[in-house]
């Protein structure tokens, strides 16, 4: 094993966490704050991604495709909140499940006759679109580099956000007692439909970044759901931090397995769930 | 006659830097009726909880017919013979009486890895299930499902359950809860019946059927015990008159 | 929930009747395609077993479980793997073997995922069946995601006489229908029996249970074997109906499919998700007739079944049951829907049988 690609590995592995991470984070939050499980938002990831590719083929810019699609995913997560989630507030976990199964089944027929079912590709920004040297003999994509920036950029800020300010307060106080948050006089509907909306764009968002380094295809969605899922469960339902975390640890492992054991890369990462679920049942945060 | 069935030693228990439950040492003798008071958030709840195993103990002991069953599970405490009623009612919504006093009873099987015989089949679960039912007095509704009846009704129906268990013990928190007057009495009665045979811990906040029932009373304020012993003793007690039964009684006679 | 009212059972032994039948007149309504839809029908009971012992777990246990279909996949990748490329294996062996991985399976995951409640659960139950999805997708030896192909279905001889051939579609049809009948009614008698009011009482009030002295982990842990068990059993008479398995076996896809069969029929009734996996099937392939994007209604469909038809199929007819006045003194069966007259709905309550 040499070092060069260590340092490719590691570095590849650190991008894919924190990329899970804003995927997750997002998921955590949905449910922390509204006790909802929501299976489509990895379907929102794809939808993203097929949004970048859209628009870029259409602007000729990533970023400003980002640009235009950010407000699309918004209002996609506020009219899913508004008109089916909000339903479900008060029902079991069971129905959640099923009717955003449903979503995910309407995405995917969305997505296959709106774009249909080719794998795409989307062009890195020119001025991204280069590589740095590490070492003498290793150079690194600029990128790849740069979604990681934009990721611990995002996670700064969600911290921020709901360490400093009102909003975030209400956000943490919503996760432990509802009735508190409503006899504050705050409009609790509202702080759920931001936060779904808000959920379902960091989801969007996280695909239209990463689509130029993982292409984008139909059900694309669904492996970034699970690991999402794993990430969660590893880090603790309703945590940011253990989001953080658990992401990192899932992408390290995911990349490293991917090395040094290809058969079974994929499954690490869940033999690394059971062992935590082993030790720690709520996760390493909860 | 004067047997010990419960004691604590310094129980105590922290959420954090709340302490509900501070340095608490009680006894309950054989057929005692052994009743906790104190406003709200006193700890009385958490006391139940660390007694009946829902909450481990952050420190001190407990001690059931002399065995030491700190940090137990709730099951093997059950199993001990103690009898735990909730202050919320807590009953098989979709079962009826008789299938939720038989669920109980059940419990006594040694185990319920039985796939094959009925379960109305066995024949000493579901006497013990009756015997219950009749002492709760709900026999006459034995097959109406428990989400159809009246709240009092199935407070009753939770304290027959605890019943259908066995219990040597029985922990009632604020069995009166949400009750009527004539409800009230009704299950008082019940608990005085009760008390010919068991002994009691019972959390209430209906002072006057405290009064008529208990044989000795503990007032607790924020976690601690500021009085206990003898009925008599501690009610007319000046710290407890002041810090508790004053404002009670002021605000029952308003 | 215990005891089905009778003009629902008498519903359901017509229904069984007429299936059990369709060799006698599905020819002569379907006619070239009879072959077609004799397979289809033997595909849908094994599909019933599976929503079946889904019900076992989410409807009476209470424990939603996305991991169903990991049982079922394991189960036929057993049968494949141990069948010799060239020759029928010896059903005595694989099936055993085929049910004992599937129980297998189940306990392992079961212990790992037990602890966990609500949401947890669910994505917990998710992500470790898709573990076992990746393992037989990534690894060459299992075929990869292309699946493998079983050229002989097992044997059923003994002592050299063959006792069943299934190699034949009719038999096959009926060893699935008789399956799912028997599986429905041991389930039914599990469910009277103390283990199933334990089930019940979990899922009604898990502190409770506690506090009444029974142990919710043990009783969870048997019933998440024994559905695993059963979706095995179900998964395993799916390979050798299809002779070949696949990742998708395995999938997530199929155990929220079957999740949708139980809701769709009725959770909690165990004879809901067997109407429930014929509607959701006949759904699926009515639409996939009539357009490409079948997902497309069937996501709609699944939507607006959440929103407005909770109860399933089960829901609508125990409703409509209650409007059938029930004859108690008289034998004969009161027949037909024709029957809901106009009096008022009678709401029976579920009356003991006395031994």
Known sequence: MDLSLFLIQTLNGVQYGLLLFLIASGLTLIFGIMHIINLAHGALYMVGAYLAFWLTSLVGNLFLAIILALPIALMMGILIERFLIRHLYARAHLD??????????????????????????????????????LTDNLRYPVYRLFISGVCITIAIGMYLLIQRTRLGMIVRAGADDREMVRSLGVNINRVYTLVFAAGTALAAFAGMIASPVSSVYPGMGESVLILAFVVVVIGGIGSIKGAFLGALLVGLTATWGTVLAPNFASAAVYALMAIVLLFKPRGLFA | MSRTVLETRDLTMRFGGLVAVDRVSLQVEARQVHAIIGPNGAGKSTMINLLTGALRPTAGQILFYGRDITGMSPNRISHL???RSFQRTNVFPSFTCLENCRLASQSRLKNSFRFFRPAESYRQVTERAERALELCGL????????AAMSHGEQRQLEIGMVLATDPRFLVLDEPMAGMGQRESETLLELLRELNREYALILVEHDMDAVFSIADVLTVMVNGAVIASGPLDAVRNSEAVQHAYLGEADAVEEA | MLDIPKSIRILLLLLTVLLACYPLWGEFFFGDRYEYYLQKLTFMMLLAILALSL????????????????FFGVAGYTLVMLTPEFAAANVWVVLPAAL?????????????????????????TIAFSQMLYYLFHDAPFFGGSDGIYMFFRPEVSIGGVQLLNLEDRQTRFFIALVSLVAIYLLLRVMLRAPFGRVLRGIKENETRMRALGYNPLFYKLAAFVIAGTIAGYAGFLYTVQDAFVDPSAVSWTLSAHALVMVILGGLGTLFGP?????????????????????????GIVVILMVLLLPRGIAGLLLDLSNRIPERKPDPAPAQGKGAAEAKPPIRETTKEARP
Not at chain 3, 55 to 70: F, K, N, R, Y
Not at chain 3, 288 to 297: A, I
């Open chain 2, 139 to 146: 026999s006459h509704r034995r097959h109406t499902p428990a």
């Open chain 3, 274 to 298: 067997v109407l429930g996996a014929f509607a959701f099937e006949w759904l699926h392939y009515g639409f996939s007739n009539v357009t490409r994007h079948w997902e497309l209604p069937l």
């Open chain 1, 96 to 133: 959640q499940v099923l009717l955003t199964f449903g979503l995910i089944l309407i995405f995917n027929a969305l997505q296959s006759i709106i774009w249909g079912n080719d794998v795409h590709s989307v062009p890195v920004p020119e001025w991204l679109n280069h590589s740095v040297a």
């Open chain 2, 81 to 83: 013979g103690m009898g």
């Open chain 3, 55 to 70: 019900d076992w777990l989410v409807g009476i246990t209470g424990m939603v479980s996305i991991a169903q279909a990991a």
């Open chain 3, 100 to 124: 004992v991985m599937a129980a297998l399976a189940a306990l392992v995951i079961g212990l790992l995922v037990i602890r966990t409640h609500g949401i947890f659960f669910i994505m917990a």
